[in-house]
């Protein structure tokens, strides 16, 4: 179920109100059957691969508490082999059977194996992740396993974070499931203007900047230069007005009826360099990372040449994590390097001096950003080095830059004057980003008194029902 949609507009009211409603003893029941509903809404069967992970983690977790410690590794090593065997089955076997197939025909030799017939499941590498993250916890004894199996199942498919994240450790949610909960108007309005800012990313922001963004990549040689490089800025506030907007909305839904989600993302784009970006962007992603594989490779305790080799690994595997496509490595590498390269330069009180210096860090930043989005975005390597040259080969296509700019793409997009609307939302997107970062959690609007908060909450509203882009877009990180 696409949260920008009409069948959650009825579905998380109800859900919410039945929540409150039920006894303490009932409600994991309830959020069960309605993340089960949540999920099925997109392919019904997909239920069963993950019912499969919840089971074989749900006992895991308890035999390897219950473990010696000589057998507690081999346990968890056997828990995290059936996960990735699924997530290598669904999401990776196609990719790496093409690469074996290509290198048979360039070596002459006779390969096969077909390609499965299959689709990815939605949100498959995230609640992987989350359930690899409850196993390993249990096995370093930060987390007690859990046996009450409804609040296991809970964990894994709690409908907010369910596809998309945050990706959430146990210590943080898992108790939450067992605290009773009474209705805080507090956190309820805390929630729903989280949700609202969260739409207001999704519907205003990134699906009316996706309009220009998905004609121009489709087409790259046949597209003005000016267009491709404006297309891809657009792609940069686009992905982050549909990822940190599923993120709010996630946050802003558990919030509303107690629950305390992590936080996602931390304004990346304000960042000064490409470390401080990544300690802003997917923020429950990068820690996983950090906490499970950069940190038992060595981490900072060892060698600054092995240190280097441990980052270009992360992000690799990062890359690779979002898509099983070489261009999602080159997006991971691209980012090994430019952290690596800060890590070589750095020396203590190498930040900015001035404002002035910030800001065009900061601007480099958000540029080498953007070019890697293209590896991200393109379908191919073909497509995104198409998209690249073409930024600096493609200025004689067009007679004018006033017809240019009359293009349809700019004047025939739902509510007219394109141009100047997108560029709208993205400042006032980028000024919730300042906002946010003195007064989190869209305090600023809850410390105003009634007759500033409600025009507020009524523009914001009607901003997103007027203006927004409602095509059943479905969000960019549904298909890792």
Known sequence: ML?????????????????????????????????????MWFVPHYILILGFTIVVD???????????????????ALSIIANVGVLAVFKYFNFINGNLAAL?????????????????????????????SYTIEVCRGHQKAERDFGVYALYVMFYPQLVAGPIERPQNLLHQFHEPKTFSYE?????????????FMKCFVADRLAILVNQAFAQPAETHAGLLILSSVFFSFQIY??????????IGSARVMGFRLMQNFDAPYFSSGIGMFWRRWHISLSTWFRDYVFVPLGGSRVSLARRCLNLMAVFALSGLWHGASWTFVIWGVLHGLAVIFELLLSKPGNAPKSRFGAFWRTLAVFAFVTVAWVFFRAENFEQAWAILSGMGQ??????SWKEFFASPVFTGAPGGKYLHTSIIAIILMLLGDALHCRWPEMRWLSERPWWIRWPVYYILVFTVVRYGVFGQQQFIYFQF
């Open 58 to 76: 749900y006992f895991a977790g308890i035999w390897i508490e219950n473990a010696p410690a000589h057998r507690k590794r081999l346990l968890l």
């Open 3 to 39: 949260f920008n949609s009409l069948a959650f507009l009825i579905f998380f009211p109800l859900v919410t109100a039945l929540y409150f409603l039920l006894p303490h003893r009932a409600r994991v029941w309830l959020l069960l059957v309605a993340s089960c509903l949540f999920y």
């Open 394 to 399: 493609n200025w004689s296509l067009g007679s």
């Open 104 to 132: 048979a025909q360039a070596l002459d030799w006779n390969y096969g194996i077909a390609n499965l017939e299959i689709l990815l499941p939605i949100g498959l590498s995230f609640h992987t992740f989350q359930a690899m």
């Open 187 to 199: 956190d309820a309005t805390t929630g729903l203007r989280l949700m609202a800012w969260g739409f």
């Open 241 to 250: 007005g549909d990822f940190a907007g599923y993120s709010l909305i996630a």
